[in-house]
């Protein structure tokens, strides 16, 4: 059986449901794994997903900031969550899909804007997020499948510039590297690159700020769908869906897909 999961950091459920519940009836992925929810739980929308046919649910969410939700058309368990650097928010949840495959899905810290541990909280809190992540990993061995928006884009190819953008959050080398850390720690494949390798340029995220973000095309690779422990892509499967910043009131990240046999 193959089963297709979605990533999408929404940037708030309540406000884009009915946009999400149009995602469900168009792209009808097997599982859709959203960031950024800004909710707490028993505020999240589900029937809107439940009368899409995505009746199945695990979230962990805070009112005003970060959420993470997993809705699913297949059954699927709690598997928990880890309360990263002890800060209580809501950064990560787990589900057991069929088949016992473990589906992570992660809201990275942005980071703010200055890339200084020293002088910015925020950063420093990002990194040491990357750094759990890579003890995490190491100590892990079941099968697993990780999304989510990891707020790095870790190739050259993954940013509009590589030379602008080199000390700006999401692509200094410090972040890279330690992305890079968490990947080997776990034995993460990055499915997306698998199947559209580099140099092909690939995007997930635009500014807001941007007149025409098209024309622009200013974007960054910031959303990643991982795989491990023998779980097994669908060759070719994985694809970031553009057209979706496009809409009206959109994100400024757009889904990205990929389909696994299980």
């Given amino acids: ?52 046919g995505y009746g199945n649910a695990v979230a962990r969410g805070q009112k005003g900031y970060n959420g993470v939700a997993i809705f699913s058309r297949v059954p699927i368990e709690d598997a928990g969550h880890v309360d990263w650097c002890a800060k209580g928010d809501a950064r ?15 809201y990275v810290p942005a980071g703010g804007d200055e890339a200084d541990p020293k002088t910015n909280p925020k950063f420093a809190h990002k990194l040491q997020f990357l750094d759990e992540m890579e003890a995490w990993g190491a100590v892990q061995d079941n099968p697993a499948i990780l999304v989510g928006d990891l707020n790095i884009a870790p190739l050259e190819d993954d940013v509009w510039s590589h030379k602008q953008l080199l000390k700006v959050v999401s692509h200094t080398p410090v972040e890279v590297e330690a992305l890079g850390r968490v990947q080997s720690a776990g034995d993460w494949t990055d499915v997306t690159r698998a199947h559209l390798p580099a140099p092909e340029k690939l995007y997930s995220w635009w500014s807001y700020r941007a007149a025409d973000w098209a024309e622009a095309d200013r974007g960054r690779r910031l959303d990643h769908i991982w795989s491990r422990g023998g779980v097994t892509a669908v060759p070719g499967s994985s694809r970031i869906l553009r057209d979706w910043r496009g809409v009206e009131k959109p994100s400024d990240h757009v889904p990205v897909v990929a389909s696994f046999e299980m």
């Fill in 1 to 52: 059986m193959a089963l297709t999961i979605a990533t999408w950091n929404i940037n708030s459920v309540r406000l884009r449901a009915e946009m999400v519940a149009g995602f469900l009836k168009t792209e009808a992925p097997d599982i859709l794994c959203l960031q950024e929810t800004k909710s707490p739980v028993d505020k999240i929308p589900f029937e809107v997903f439940a009368a899409a």
């Fill in 92 to 106: 990560h949840v787990a589900a057991r899909l069929p088949g016992g495959a473990v589906l992570h899905n992660f």
